[in-house]
RNA sequence: GCCGGGAUACUCAAGUGGUCUACGAGGUCAGACUGUAAAUCUGAUGCCUUCGGGCUUCCCAGGUUCGAAUCCUGGUCCCGGCA
């Protein structure tokens, strides 16, 4: 599948790193495309917290301000709220900022012009993510204020996209919420393809914690899916092999902080380790003259030692964060590209 | 040689009569990581344990005391100053 977006294709499946404050950590935007990045991930709360979205906005987008020419998908800031102890009502979610401490009120309708104004590719509806072993009345009560909210979220989009021409708009997607139970995600499913969008999106905590939830979850509503449309599983892929477990369920999308994350709290992607991971800080490595993984093609597998990434480690030097982040990722983007070949074939 | 200061766990270092296996930091070991409040966070770090607790530590040897890392005596070593 091909998503035309306002700053060019993006080739599904696809994984998309994430750079929560316009920025994946320790990448430039240049390691960013040589990993192979097609697409990457900012954060709305993040974003309108700091810098501003209407500073972004007055400093011509976020694509010029972070110099990133290619796809940017903004998370809306629903599942970052989730952790600040908000006040959810119908009417939005109060909850504090936590850089100052100061009180903030994000609505469906500010929350989506806020993307607007950051100048994403892809904007997502503010929802209510529902946490992990939520009551099923919780989780419907969470549902149907995804609902209510996708309604804002869209009224406040095509406020904005009539104004333009249809062809230089953002996309919207919507949200799927229904926790773990099968009826609320079928029900929710059928309302979120209803609003005929461009992408439809799963998310909650029942999404990424493991992969066979992920998958249960997905197959859960997969058959009420147009499929020419992209399915975003949100926040899937703490291991490589969520990757291809998800996408084999029927997803086209995802994202995840594992790579760039794990990588900067020592853990490698190896292909040949249980867990699919070596811990780099570990006294073995000390002295070991090996790539960090054998078959991979990145820079930092191509020019260092695990003894020199082990050494990095230790000393916290910058470098580390920037050699490691690269390797995750290109691993990352090479699992997915090898399942890619496999499924054409 | 004289005067003064010091010796605490893997390292640095706090503690100057009981609440001390001994603050804190680092190191080491283990664990966590989902639409990034994350170059972060948690736990362990004298020995043994039936997880109740038991035993042994603060340079060494004595001593005072109900009780000593802490006070006293002697010793060993280190540092500064004067010879």
Redesign the pocket.
């Known amino acids: 599948m091909l998503i035309t977006t306002l700053h060019g294709p993006v080739s599904t499946p696809v994984f998309m ?5 316009a920025a ?3 990448l430039s935007r240049q390691d960013l495309e040589q990993v192979g990045a097609q697409i990457i ?3 709305n ?2 974003l309108y917290l700091r810098p501003g979205s209407h500073n972004i906005k007055r400093l011509g987008g976020i694509h010029k301000f972070m110099n990133w020419p290619h796809p940017i998908l903004t ?6 709220i ?4 908000p006040k959810i009502t119908n009417e939005g979610a109060e909850f504090k900022s ?2 100052d401490g100061s009180t903030h009120f994000l609505t469906p309708e500010t929350a989506t012009q806020s993307q607007l104004d950051i100048g994403s590719d892809i904007i ?4 209510h ?2 946490p ?1 072993n939520a009551s099923y009345e919780y989780a419907k009560e969470a549902m149907s204020r995804t609902h209510l909210w996708l309604l804002r979220c869209i009224k406040t989009w095509k406020q904005h996209t009539s104004t333009l021409k249809l062809l230089h708009s953002p996309a919207l997607y919507g ?1 799927i ?1 229904g926790g773990e139970f099968p009826d609320l995600l079928r029900e929710s499913a059928k309302f979120v393809v209803a609003q005929d969008l461009p992408g439809i ?1 799963i ?3 029942v ?4 992969p066979r939830q992920t998958s249960e979850t997905i197959a859960a509503v997969r058959d009420l899916l147009p499929k020419n449309l992209p399915l975003y599983a ?5 291991r490589p092999s969520d990757l291809i477990n998800v996408f084999k369920a029927g997803a086209n999308m995802c ?4 790579p ?3 990588a ?4 490698l992607y190896n292909s040949e380790s249980k867990n699919e991971r070596i ?1 780099i ?4 490595f000390k002295l070991d003259q090996n790539p960090v993984d054998s078959q991979c093609d990145c820079t930092t597998c191509r020019d260092y030692t695990r003894a020199y990434l082990h050494h990095l480690f ?1 000393s ?1 030097e ?1 470098t580390y ?1 920037r050699l490691a ?1 690269i390797h995750n990722l290109r691993f990352t983007f090479k699992t997915v590209s090898i399942f890619t070949q496999t499924q054409a074939v």
């Open positions: 790193p994430v750079g929560t404050a994946v950590k320790s991930l900012a954060n709360y993040h998370d809306s800031g629903g599942f970052q989730q952790s600040l102890h936590h850089i997502m509806a503010f929802d993510s529902i992990k949200i919420q999106a998310g909650g905590a999404i990424g914690s493991n949100m926040g899937v892929g703490t994202d995840c902080v594992a760039t994350r794990l900067r709290a020592g853990l811990d800080s570990k006294s073995q230790k916290r910058l964060y982040s």
